[in-house]
């Protein structure tokens, strides 16, 4: 009897004022806030940290043109390239760029998916077990040991095969390929097992084969995320320095050849960033090759956004 | 709690020899590694009707129609003998490629391929070696209407075929399926996911369809089940319990466990 009168009594002084009741903070709402909080603490450092980035490396790559007076034209087409003289001609670095990030791609995708279909529809088993660790290690190994190798084993081959230095884009597409096959295989992987595993039932149920479901059905859905796959390993190839320096001969000069020395721009500014003061001609070329990767890097993330909503789109209309 | 009920008790119906048959299985079993998911199923499918299997979940109803056309290779364990034309079709020396081209299946979520409506049934006849466009054009036509779904896109046969609703979806896989011009049709649930509007258009298509094919549908509904099939097959935990016309089934089941499952004591 007493309890019950007790617990009535509570009951009242509690509802009383029913709004400041239900207005009042309790933990749960203080946690809310927290969590919040932290969390948009943490997205503005990193917009501020990503933003002061960009700012940094546009003012300075602009530099070039705004202090020096170089022209933009003679910068993205001019061949000659001599900071010390005045000649910043980037069209060498931007050729070898491409030419090794494509080359090493169109290497690199067939390998990819096919190992990536092997992963995934022939072998599941093998693949989780076997060829997924192998790949995951081959993504942990740092530039530097692939520069070594390419340097030890790949320079000394072509040198030998083809004759002359051995330096040059063909060795840098053959260590670039090993290094974006583990990137464009993984992502391929995924983009394979997502898709719907009833796409293939219906396929076989129809009577279709095996390789007619691969090839008809699950690469074709899977498609936008290959090539995002793709795109993610030309960045990858694109921004690689390291392993590219030390296989590709740094001679700043058009490459006439496969086999002869060239340099990609991120060479170029590992070479020559130690010997260069900051805020003269030489300095400011290097910050503007720096840009030119920088706005390189941001079309790849555009060119992937944009697979992806086509992607989607095709299917929504 | 679930009631044990005798396995032994079974009410199986044979047919004779006059009876044209679409398929038959004898003592059907099915393995999911240790897990004994089929027991002894002999069951025989008469032509051109449409035979329904019923039971709760786990019953095995499902994985007894996937085996019927080979769809539990390579994911279970299936022995004893699948007659279809004469030939055991469960051995495996048997092309389960053709098997399939005459033994269709349709699943019990509508599953259309990422592309057209067009291309949904076009794929299948191009994998089949089907290369005049005119053909390909008119078995297009042909199935949607065997479908009931021509009226409905021929307009829009280029469109995603994700873009149509539930029920067209899956009537879009069953023209797909028939575009193969199959002798049996398996379809395994087909209309769980679908509203009653679709699923009264599916029924329909269906019994229309039984003029030409023999169908199979696995299906919880026992009310679909008497409306659209001719005989009924019940499941129990893996053992086939009842087999009898669609009438008997529901108005006079003829063993305890039938009864009290049609009665709704459990399921």
């Known amino acids: ?317 | 709690m679930l009631k044990q009920y005798s396995f032994e008790e079974t009410a199986v119906q044979t047919f004779d020899e006059k009876t044209s048959l679409a398929m038959k299985t004898e003592n059907l079993q099915v393995f999911y590694g240790a897990n004994h998911a089929m027991h002894d199923a002999d069951l025989a499918f008469p032509k051109n009707q449409i035979t329904a299997l019923i039971g709760a979940s786990g019953s095995g109803k499902s994985t007894y129609l996937r085996s019927l056309n080979r769809m539990n290779d390579g994911i279970a364990t299936v022995t004893g003998k699948i007659w279809y034309h004469n030939v055991d079709i469960n051995e495996p020396t048997v092309n389960i490629y053709e098997i399939r081209r005459h033994i269709g299946m349709v699943f019990q979520r509508p599953n259309p391929f990422a592309k057209s409506i067009r291309e949904n049934i076009v794929y299948a006849l191009r994998a089949n070696g089907l290369k005049n466009k005119a053909e390909l054009e008119e078995r297009v036509e042909k199935s949607l209407r065997g479908a009931a779904l021509w009226d409905e896109v021929k307009d829009s046969l280029d469109k995603s075929a994700l873009s149509l609703s539930g029920g067209q979806q899956q009537r879009l896989c069953i023209a797909r399926s028939i575009a193969m011009e199959p002798d049996v049709l398996l379809l395994d649930e087909p209309c769980s996911a679908l509203d009653p509007i679709s699923t009264v258009k599916v029924e329909e298509t269906l019994l229309e369809l039984q003029k030409k094919y023999s169908i199979i549908i696995v299906t919880h509904n026992m009310q679909q089940a008497a409306r659209v099939s001719s005989q009924c097959a019940f499941f129990h935990l893996g053992h086939v319990m009842e087999y009898t016309p669609t009438g008997t089934m529901f108005s006079n089941p003829q063993i305890p466990v039938t009864q009290d499952y049609i009665a709704g004591s459990f399921g």
């Open chain 1, 1 to 317: 009897m007493e309890q019950t009168n007790f617990q009535l009594k509570k009951q009242k002084s509690q509802s009383n004022d029913w709004s400041a009741r239900l207005h009042h903070a309790t933990r749960a709402t203080r946690e809310d806030w927290m969590g919040k909080g932290i969390s948009y603490l943490c997205i503005g450092v990193i917009i501020l940290v990503v933003a002061s980035m960009l700012w940094f490396i546009t003012s300075k790559g602009v530099a070039t043109f705004t202090q020096n007076h170089v022209s933009l034209t003679k910068f993205l087409f001019g061949t000659n390239w001599a900071p010390d003289q005045g000649h910043i001609g980037a069209l060498p670095m931007i050729v070898g760029s491409f030419a090794v990030t494509f080359a090493a791609a169109i290497v690199a995708t067939p390998f990819a998916v096919g190992t990536a279909i092997f992963m995934t529809e022939i072998s599941p088993n093998k693949g989780r077990k076997l060829l997924q660790p192998v790949i995951e290690l081959l993504v942990g190994i740092p530039s530097v040991v692939y520069g070594f190798i390419g340097l030890a084993v790949v320079v000394p081959f072509m040198r030998h095969v083809v004759g002359g230095s051995g330096f040059g884009i063909i060795s840098a597409t053959f260590v670039l390929f090993v290094m974006v096959l583990p990137t464009i295989t993984s992502m391929t992987v995924d983009s394979l097992r997502a898709v719907p595993r009833h796409f293939k039932e219906a396929s076989l149920a129809l009577g279709a084969t095996r390789w007619q479901t691969v090839s008809r059905v699950i690469l074709r859905s899977a498609t936008p995320g290959i090539l995002t796959a793709v795109i993610f390993g030309m960045a990858r190839a694109f921004g690689e320095a390291l392993a590219v320096q030390m296989v590709i001969g740094n001679a700043a000069i058009m490459p006439k050849n496969l086999i002869s020395p060239a340099s990609t721009l991120t060479s170029q500014l590992t070479t020559g960033i130690g010997d260069t003061i900051d805020g003269t001609l030489p300095n400011n070329a290097l910050w503007s090759l720096a840009l030119i990767l920088l706005l390189m890097s941001l079309f790849f993330n555009a060119l992937v956004r944009v697979i992806a909503k086509r992607g989607q789109l095709k299917h929504e209309r």
